[in-house]
């Protein structure tokens, strides 16, 4: 068994509403020091046999992000 | 985990004085000698974690059953009902060809731990009761309590929980017609999530529930099995028990509303076809009740491999999966011959189907894992026999305190300064202000069918499109006169709820109610309770109603302290024509406003 | 008679519903279901709302690979009429019939409500019965209704007239330029988040305003044979 | 600024719904050698000055994760 994570985020100049509402509500529990936050996807892909980073990236490029509003990172890691 | 023996039968037999955690599992000493006598020997894991479940006050309502007794006794001969208490959810006949089905049902404690996905899984569970009587579930209503409204609690507790009502309701596609939300500080810690929801079928297409015909198959179909909601039985595992073993249990489920729909589209296709023998919902007793209830009704019994349940983690134990709570699951009775067909609708709609057993004429239900039998019971035992109490009453020693305490002592206002203040007061007030941060975020359009919702006295949905049949609806309650008076209290809620279905011009013909109360080991808690059910079980006499089910839930305190008994009662309504119905507010300059009554 | 096509997904739940409105707007209505590449003869489509396939992922992003989805992207390529409604739309913006994406509503929540819109073209398969400047009342309900595409983009449908319907006082979900429809290029396909189909009846809608669209596409496909 | 990625996820035993969506529909895109996929948040907190991951944890306790139905895994990343 090996994981593939795909990592997906919002591109940095499509508004982020969930981030921003985690960002506002800080100041309530007495945190002033963050400058933004941002909320995207992580995705874990287990293979039934090895980590297969083409198909990974295939899922990716198909289903797992919008071109249009995100980007993503992949990777190889250890399964847990 | 592998070796873990499984604690089977013929081991139960052969260790006799092995020491059960049947205090943990909350059962009494005598509840627990009950079970070894109807048995003839001590009960094994498996058998122990269903008794255990299935003669808890949820399953058994052991406290409430003896006040409940009234609502048939009390009630007015009504030809239109075709199924009453004791099943899965009320029957009514509308006419000759079509009936409705509905219930409201508690989601409370889940929904203070996780309120999203406890209000979703509520709302999840009343929709397959619908189900489960042959109908297509066709809308849902909401009735949520809360602590006070600048509680950091509440600002947590109430955005989960209207988006679970609404995350999971407009999934399934079920417009939401109505409902309530109330802030009083007595529920701070106990807030209420009441969740109803209402089907129609076919007259002829009343599913039963009871597993008859032996040789017949039993069927679970969809969602896998998994350790949701098992938190309890989790001392079963005792020679491994530790914080690591608690861990996996999580006593909360996750929802799956796509998978729901899925589950609706097709049991109303094996409906249709006439597919199956017995249906019934898999909720809060899991596999446990589905299986007792059904061969227990049929006066019949079954042969179960429990290995052939679809799990979401291999390494499950019979105790486990026969206790969980695993959202999305129905269980049917079926013909052999049938079979095919049934496996073919499930694989139509993408849903999981497996047969898991057969119907026998044994009288026992036989739980076989991996050829180990871990369950041999009478059905009979868990699903009617078990414990019933007649608690102590007694009247609430603060009572005569609280009714001394009159709104005639209360200052009144003397300027019209003063006036104003109440007024902007009043209209600020939580318990008064305008609801629609709640209301849109339901869809109240799905299915082209609601005539009123929001922000009428109650909702109404359209049955019919040729003659414009259809129903009304209101669930209501004031907790705050039930805790002065839980008698008059409940009779208010229903007079409420009554009111406000019959203003829209409908007939009022059926009561479902929740009943939300502290403990029933408290006597003031059970004195309020059987002063609430006296109080409904009387009103709908007076009325000419009666009560078709709902739910009873206890333990709603923090600590010492009960919640506000809160009897929240729904009543239905029949309109021939929904064209005909009367929305409020005024509808032309001009028209003349007659008050009835003093 | 000119037969709509409705698509059922597993998910689906407005589909009763768009196929009441054509209905009641005079066309014969064909039920399509997802797995059927085959569109039955069908002269326009219409992609209801609802939550396909749970819409768990992103909203339309799995029911674009429906073998449906194929034959109806080649059909609209070709000029046949579409029609996405709330999770259509989705499903058209994933499918890249459309372009742009909807994203969660700015403020997060659901939001069901009756809303104003303006009519901004009227020069579409579908919204040729109304005047353009038109201002029209129809329920939206959604969660992720918010349209972004880049500025580009965003300059080029208003440059190109392909804005269809805007939002009037008040936008319910912070959608880029208060867009609520968008069309292609060539007018035929037509993706709109608010839902017409549940203001088609007196009893259960706050308008009729919904029915517009539906005797648009059918006055479209009625020239159309008449043309040919 | 400094960076800190809050990876959470469902609890292994707990029902994913996403993931198994994304599962079910890859058979359709041609995949067929994954075994599961999984579904989770990925939060990144972009902090004024250092990276503080005492604060970011009391954040993931409060206010990112259920601890009820959720895991997290916290750690420092370059910024991009
Ligand atoms: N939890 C809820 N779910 C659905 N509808 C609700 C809910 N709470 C209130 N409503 C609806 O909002 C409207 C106003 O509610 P409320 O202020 O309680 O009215 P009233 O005081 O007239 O009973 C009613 O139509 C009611 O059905």
């Known amino acids: ?35 933004s936050v941002r909320i995207g996807r992580r995705v874990e892909i287990d293979f039934a046999g090895d980590a297969d980073l083409e198909r990974a990236r295939e899922i990716a490029d198909k289903l797992l992000a919008n071109p249009v509003i995100e980007d993503y990172e992949i990777r190889v890691v250890e399964a847990a | 985990m592998n070796d873990i023996t499984i604690d089977s039968v013929k081991n139960a037999e052969a260790t006799p004085d092995e020491l059960q955690p049947y205090l943990e599992l909350g059962l009494k000493d005598d509840e627990y000698q009950r079970i070894r006598q109807i048995l003839g020997r001590r009960p094994t894991q498996s058998e122990l974690a269903m008794y255990s479940i299935m003669w808890s006050e949820h399953c058994s309502y052991k406290s409430s059953k003896v006040h409940l007794r009234q609502f048939g006794e009390k009630a007015p001969p009504s030809d239109r009902m075709l199924a009453g208490i004791g099943e899965n959810a009320g029957v009514i006949q509308i006419n000759e060809k079509i009936a409705v089905t509905f219930k409201v049902e508690s989601h409370n404690h889940p929904s203070f731990v996780e309120p999203y996905q406890g209000a979703a899984t509520g709302v999840g569970g009343i929709v397959r009761d619908i189900l489960a009587m042959g109908a297509r579930p066709i809308l849902v209503m909401d009735s949520l309590r809360f602590g006070a409204a ?29 409902g309530e939300v109330f802030f009083d500080e007595c529920y701070q810690g106990n807030p209420l999530v009441n969740a109803l929801s209402l089907g129609v079928l076919p007259v002829d297409g009343l599913q039963r529930k009871e597993a008859d015909g032996p040789g017949n198959i039993v069927v679970l179909m969809g969602a ?42 097709s049991c109303l296709e094996l409906y249709a076809a006439k597919l199956i023998v017995g249906v019934q919902d898999l909720g809060g007793a899991g596999l446990t009740c589905a299986l007792t209830e ?38 049917f009775i079926v013909e052999p011959g049938k079979l095919d067909a049934v496996l073919g609708i499930a694989q139509l709609w993408g849903v999981i189907a497996t047969p898991i057993g057969v119907v026998t ?98 909702g109404i949905v359209r049955l019919d499109e040729e003659t414009g049949l259809g129903v009304a609806l209101s669930l209501d309650c004031n907790s705050r006169f039930a805790r002065l008076d839980p008698y008059e209290g409940a009779k208010l809620a229903l007079a409420e709820a009554y009111r406000n279905v019959a203003v829209t011009g409908a007939e009022p013909v059926a009561v479902t109610d929740c009943l939300n109360f502290g ?80 | 008679m000119s037969k709509i096509g409705v698509v059922t997904f597993p998910g689906s739940l407005d589909d009763g519903d768009a196929a009441r409105a054509a ?79 909807l994203t969660r509503n700015q403020h997060l929540h659901f939001r069901n409500r009756d809303q104003w819109l303006r009519v901004e073209n009227s020069s579409t398969a579908w919204t040729n019965h109304f005047t353009e400047g038109q201002e029209i009342l129809i329920p939206v309900k959604n969660g992720e209704g918010c349209y972004v595409a880049d500025r580009r983009t965003l300059d080029e449908l208003e440059a190109g007239g392909q804005i269809v319907a805007r ?60 043309a040919a």
């Open chain 3, 167 to 226: 939002y009037i006082r008040g936008n319910p979900n912070g959608s880029s330029r208060d867009i609520a429809a968008i069309r292609n290029e060539a007018g035929n396909v037509l993706g709109i988040m608010p839902h017409p189909e549940h203001a088609v009846e007196a009893l259960t809608g706050p308008s009729l305003d919904g029915l517009g669209f539906f005797s648009s596409v059918l006055k479209h496909l009625a020239d159309a044979k008449a």
């Open chain 2, 294 to 331: 059904t061969a227990a009704s049929a006066g019949t019994g079954m042969d179960i491999q429990l290995e052939k349940v679809h799990l979401r983690e291999a390494s499950m134990e019979p105790h486990e999966i026969l206790a969980s709570e695993s959202q999305e699951r129905m269980l």
């Open chain 2, 361 to 458: 004429d044994t009288g026992r239900v036989r739980i076989t894992f991996h050829g180990e039998t871990v369950v041999d019971v009478p059905p009979g035992s868990l699903a009617d026999d078990g414990p019933v109490y007649a608690r102590p009453l007694r009247e609430p020693a603060d009572l005569i305190l609280l009714q001394a305490d009159r709104a005639e002592t209360l200052p009144r206002p003397h300027h019209d300064f003063q006036l104003k203040d109440t007024l902007l007061k009043l209209a600020a007030s939580p318990n008064l202000c305008d609801r629609s941060w709640v209301t849109e975020q339901y869809d109240r359009y799905v299915l082209g069918n609601t005539v009123l919702a929001q922000p009428e006295d109650s």
């Open chain 2, 519 to 598: 403990s029933p080991e408290d006597p003031s808690v059970m004195w309020q309770f059987a002063e609430a059910v006296r109080g409904i079980a009387d009103g709908c006499q007076e009325l000419g109603i009666p009560v078709t089910g709902g739910n009873v839930s206890f333990y709603n305190q923090t600590g010492a302290v009960a919640i506000h008994p809160t009897p929240v009662v729904g009543v239905l309504g029949v309109l021939e024509n929904t064209a005909q119905r009367i929305p409020m507010g005024f509808s032309h300059t001009g028209d003349v406003l007659v008050l009835l009554g003093e």
């Open chain 1, 1 to 35: 068994m090996a994981r593939v994570v795909v990592d997906v985020m919002l591109k940095p100049e499509i508004l982020d509403p969930q981030g921003q509402a985690v960002a506002n509500a800080l100041p309530r529990l007495g945190v002033n020091d963050v400058a």
């Open chain 3, 23 to 101: 209905r009641i707007s005079g066309a014969e209505v064909v039920r399509l279901w997802h797995a059927d590449p085959d569109l039955h003869g069908v002269d326009a489509v219409v992609l209801p709302g609802g939550f396909s396939y749970g819409d768990y992922l992103r909203c339309g992003a799995i029911a674009r690979f429906a073998p449906v989805m194929e034959t109806i992207a080649d059909a609209a390529r070709g000029g046949m009429p579409v029609l996405g409604i709330c999770n259509g739309f989705q499903i058209l913006c994933e499918a890249h019939l459309l372009p742009g994406a």
């Open chain 2, 150 to 178: 600048d509680h950091p609690d509440t600002q947590r507790v109430l955005p989960g929980v209207v988006a679970g009502v609404g995350g999971y309701g407009n999934c399934l596609g079920l417009p939401n017609v109505g």
């Open chain 2, 224 to 265: 896998k099995t998994g350790r949701d909601g098992i938190g309890g039985v989790s001392v079963l595992a005792s020679a491994t028990f530790d914080d690591e073993s608690q861990q996996r249990r999580p006593s909360v489920q996750v929802g799956d509303p796509f998978m729901e729909k899925l589950l609706i589209e």
